[in-house]
C-alpha cells in the first residue's frame, strides 16, 4: 500500500470513527436537550397561567378594597342620630348655590326601615331610619339638576324618593317642581 491510499484510509477510518462517535454522543444529548426544552416551556406556560390568576386574585383584592372603601364611606354618611337641622341647612346652602331662593321644606314623619325586609347582607348594628322632607319651589330647568348635583355633595346619604317637574302656565321657562327626599340616619338597637 502506498502512503497515499494509506492516508485516505486513515482519513476514512477517522470520519468515520468521528461520525459514529458524533452520532452516537450527539443524538441522545439532542433528544435529551429537546425533552428540556418541551419541559421549560411547559414550565413556562404553568407559570404564565399563575400570573394571570395571580393578576385576578390582585385586581379582585384591589375591587375588595375599593368596595370596602365605599361601604366605610356610605356608612359615615348615615349619621348615628338624625341631625335634622344639619340636614335641612346642608339643603339651604344647595339651594341657595342653584339659585333657589322661594322654596318650600316639609318635613314628614320619620320611620324606621323593616330589618326583616332587608337581606341578611344588609343587617346593620341598630336600626336605620328615614326622614322624608317634601321641598316645592319655582326654577328652571338647569337650576334644578344644578341642585341636584349639589346635593350628591352633601356628606349625607339621600336619595330622591319622588320628582315631579310641571311647567309654569305663564312662563314656558320656568319649572312647578316637586321633590320628596329620604334622608338616612342610624338608631341605636
Same mark, same amino acid.
Given at each position: 500500500? /502506498? ?26 444529548? +439532542? ?27 390582585? *385586581? ?13 364611606? +356610605? ?9 335634622? *337641622?344639619?340636614? +335641612? /341647612?346642608? $339643603?339651604?346652602? &344647595? ?27 344588609? /343587617? ?29 355633595? $352633601?356628606?349625607? $346619604?339621600? %336619595?330622591?324618593?319622588? +320628582?315631579?317637574?310641571? &311647567? ?7 319649572? %312647578? ?13
Amino acid at each position: 500500500m /502506498n502512503a497515499r491510499k494509506l492516508n485516505a484510509t486513515f482519513i476514512a477510518i477517522i470520519v468515520v470513527v468521528s461520525g459514529a462517535f458524533g452520532s452516537l454522543m450527539m443524538v441522545p444529548g +439532542l433528544r435529551e436537550l429537546e425533552k428540556r426544552r418541551e419541559a421549560i416551556g411547559a414550565e413556562l406556560n404553568e407559570t404564565k397561567q399563575i400570573q394571570a390568576v395571580v393578576a385576578d386574585m390582585s *385586581s379582585l383584592y384591589a375591587e375588595i378594597l375599593r368596595v370596602r372603601g365605599r361601604d366605610l364611606t +356610605l356608612w359615615e354618611q348615615v349619621p348615628a342620630e338624625p341631625r335634622f *337641622s344639619e340636614f +335641612l /341647612n346642608g $339643603l339651604s346652602r &344647595c339651594l341657595s348655590a342653584g339659585g333657589i331662593t322661594k322654596y318650600d321644606v316639609q318635613p314628614q314623619l320619620a320611620r324606621e326601615i323593616d330589618a326583616t325586609k332587608l337581606p341578611e347582607s344588609l /343587617n346593620l348594628i341598630g336600626q336605620i331610619a328615614v326622614q322624608p322632607v317634601e321641598l316645592k319651589f319655582d326654577a328652571e330647568f338647569k337650576q334644578v339638576f344644578e341642585l341636584l348635583a349639589e346635593m350628591e355633595r $352633601l356628606n349625607r $346619604l339621600i %336619595h330622591v324618593d319622588r +320628582l315631579q317637574m310641571t &311647567c309654569d302656565d305663564k312662563n314656558a321657562e320656568t319649572l %312647578h317642581v316637586e321633590l320628596v327626599l329620604q334622608a338616612y340616619y342610624r338608631r341605636p338597637a
